[in-house]
């Protein structure tokens, strides 16, 4: 059955729909919102959200783009509303508790992320980049993960991001500029390898 018939079916309340949906989409989601969160358990967290706003909001969706450019910009957009709200929640003040009371010693460190996809041999290098990645522009960060991450044309990241290809092309040239900067401060000489 093709993706529109799906999300159809899944706008009358189809579990068997959404779960044929669900096939072909979870690993795609889930890794888009794992180059996001940098966390399998958060990843695991917005695969769900996803899927309950597509079994929410199928019978709104009115076939302007395609199935798949939908269903990206709900992962992207949950994926940067969850970062956000952890953010917000640090900054109120609950990062703290890792802290040891009258001093400025980490009680605990956060834990390298390297992304599931990565080949052993490159697994230091990818914390290095993930690391880096953080640091971009959140246009800059959709661009890069979609595009060199997840490996979607250029068209299709401009179609998911509502905007020209030219823009995804600008966006990722800035990225990679931004990412060899960051590197370089790393480790010298080799922020070229982007």
């Known amino acids: 059955m093709d993706e529109e ?3 159809k079916k899944i706008s009358t309340g189809d579990e068997i729909a959404l779960k044929d949906l ?3 989409y979870s690993t795609k989601i889930y890794n888009t919102a794992l180059g ?3 966390n399998i358990e958060d990843a695991e967290e ?3 959200d996803v899927f309950l706003i597509i079994f929410k909001k199928a019978s709104k969706f ?3 783009s395609s199935v ?3 269903i990206y910009r709900i992962t992207i957009n949950k994926s940067l509303d969850f970062l956000r709200q952890k953010n917000s ?3 109120k003040g609950i990062i ?3 802290f040891r009371k009258d001093s400025n010693e980490l009680i605990h460190e956060p834990v390298d992320f390297v992304h599931p996809g990565v080949k052993l041999e490159n697994a230091e290098n990818a914390k290095l980049l993930f690391k880096v990645v953080e640091t971009l522009q959140e246009n800059q960060k959709t661009v890069f993960i979609l595009t060199q991450v997840e490996g979607l044309p250029q068209q299709e990241v401009a179609d998911i991001m509502n905007t020209t290809r030219k823009s995804v092309e600008s966006l990722l040239q800035r990225a990679k500029v931004n990412l060899r900067k960051s590197l370089e401060k790393y480790y010298p000489g080799r922020g070229n390898s982007i």
């Open 68 to 70: 798949s450019t939908w």
């Open 62 to 64: 009115k076939f302007n």
């Open 36 to 38: 996001y969160t940098q």
């Open 96 to 98: 703290i508790s890792i």
């Open 22 to 24: 669900f096939g072909s």
């Open 89 to 91: 929640i640090k900054r």
């Open 5 to 7: 018939n799906l999300i």
């Open 46 to 48: 917005i695969l769900q």
